[in-house]
């Protein structure tokens, strides 16, 4: 199935390194689950904001209110990153901060934090990647309708606009939206992620608009911003796997690739809806009307690098009628599917495998299947892995330490595979690790730890981690180090 290509895959000792010369080395947040200081400065509510004050949408009732407070800490939080020889940090902007309620004039106060943040990540000789959303829409944008609605496209155009004009001249990279299928099909499908909307029909019609946004901001960043910089898209891309070899779950992993990955890549990179797509969801919406004419050149501009999210696969069945648990997709769970025409599909958690605190099982194997069959389905085309991470349960010792060698065993795992997947031709450019620190993860609130850094959120103090140690030490040797763990 995958192209391995051991003419340039060469032989060498386990400890030296893979990685190309120029492989960034990076972390990432969101400035939902980050930034805090949700109403200071001209700030509006997003639709998390609003999502994760309804009761029962977010554990424990927590928002993002104060957050990791990364609004006000950044300096220190860029000179911990700079202590930790990070050479990349991807975050977000919140649209809201920037141009409150989504239209009209930006407001400077906002565009002021981001401005600052960023000079201070290049002081620091850290490379800025910034991504223009992060699932944050401004709460009157969906008052008026949200992502099914076109109007939302043209009004996200207006805020990359604002954007290439403000930061265009000091940031390098630019991701416009990351994981469009969380915002489409949770957001709007199962209702686990903001706005919590289960409308089957307008979760595909959220799918094209937020493709067609993604499309006409690459434009306008492309007519604005000089020649030399990046343009990219990050997709939670599902290493879809078969559970048996049957026909009826190679149907079923058919159907979650296309309402999963093609729904996006197809657009965005070939320039067309997947044929099976449409077949699988004609009965939900008449693609005929929702796609115009012209927005499928649009859609597919080209982008100069694609960013790949991976923390698990994805193991599929059609189960026999009345049998399998079609609600447990690991996204959350909710009586309605985040998979609009294939809501009969059953998810599974693979045998065998250690998992990570949010019950998601641990494979390298998947980014490394994953590189290979995107590097097969689009040759030449850049990869960066954006985020890469895993929960568990930390906790400081008493002698003040986080100490996590599930994690280190989880990064050490999964940047092998990145390795190895370079050695057999994939051009990966760089690894972002989820997330720099602990933080507000969406429908678990922070009961989930991400970080390489753990945040006391009473104190706001953080402590890197052990692995957060060990990822500066694979930095400095750009590489895995010779004794690692299995
Ligand atoms: C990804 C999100 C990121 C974080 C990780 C755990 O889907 O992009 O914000 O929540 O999952």
Redesign the pocket.
């Known amino acids: 199935m995958t192209a391995v290509r051991p003419d340039i895959a060469p032989k060498q000792a386990p400890e030296a390194t893979k990685f190309p010369t120029g492989f960034v080395w990076g972390a990432a947040t969101?400035a939902y689950?980050v930034e805090g200081a949700a109403a200071e400065d001209g700030r509006t509510p997003s639709i998390w904001d609003t999502f994760s004050r309804t009761p029962g949408k977010v554990r424990n009732g927590d928002t993002g209110d104060i957050a990791a407070d990364h609004y006000h800490l950044y300096r220190d939080d860029v000179a911990l990153m700079k202590r930790l020889g990070l050479k990349a940090y991807r975050f977000s902007i919140s649209w809201s901060r920037v141009q409150p309620t989504g239209r009209g004039p930006a407001v400077q106060r906002g565009l002021d934090f981001y401005r600052k943040l960023v000079d201070e990540l290049l002081e620091a000789g850290i490379t800025p990647v910034a991504t223009l959303y992060?699932w944050d829409l401004p709460q009157e944008l969906e008052d008026a309708g949200g992502w099914p609605q076109r109007v939302t496209a043209d009004r996200f155009t207006d805020y990359a606009a604002i954007m290439a004009g403000a930061l265009g001249d000091r940031v390098g990279t630019w991701t416009t939206f990351?994981?469009p299928w969380?915002s489409a099909f949770l957001g709007y499908g199962s209702g686990v992620h903001a706005p919590g909307r289960t409308e089957p029909a307008s979760a595909l019609r959220a799918a094209h608009h937020l493709n067609l946004a993604h499309g006409r901001a690459i434009e306008v960043l492309r007519g604005q911003l000089p020649a030399a910089v990046q343009t990219s898209v990050t997709l939670?891309l599902h290493q879809v796997r078969p559970l048996t070899a049957s026909a009826a779950d190679a149907d079923a992993a058919r159907r979650i690739d296309a309402v999963g990955n093609r729904i996006f890549t197809g657009p965005m990179l070939r320039g067309e809806y997947p044929e099976d797509l449409i077949a699988d969801t004609r009965h939900l919406v008449d693609w005929s009307r929702l796609v115009q004419d012209g927005d499928l050149a649009a859609i597919s501009r080209p982008v100069d690098l694609l960013g790949v999210?991976y923390?698990t696969p994805t193991l599929v069945s059609t189960p026999a009628e009345g049998s399998g648990d079609t609600r447990n997709d690991g996204h959350g769970a909710s009586d309605y599917s985040p998979w609009p025409g294939s809501e009969h599909v059953a998810f599974h958690l693979a045998e065998g495998k250690e998992r990570t605190a949010m019950n998601w099982s641990i494979d390298p194997n998947g980014l490394y299947s994953l590189l290979m069959d995107v590097t097969r389905d689009h040759p030449g085309l850049p990869l960066m892995v954006t985020?890469n991470g895993a929960a568990f349960d930390d906790y400081v010792s008493p002698e003040g330490r986080v100490e996590d060698p599930e994690r280190i065993a989880y990064l050490h795992g999964h940047l092998d595979a990145v390795q190895r997947a370079v050695a057999d031709g994939a051009d990966v450019r760089g690894y972002f690790l989820?997330s720099l620190m602990d933080n507000f993860?969406?429908a678990y609130g922070y009961s989930k730890r991400?970080g390489a850094v753990y945040v006391d959120y009473a104190s706001q103090r953080r402590i890197p981690k052990a692995s957060a140690h060990w990822y500066a030490d694979v930095i400095r040797r750009h590489g895995l180090p010779p004794t690692g763990p299995a």
């Open positions: 969101a689950q992060h990351n994981e969380c939670n999210n923390y985020e989820w993860e969406w991400f």
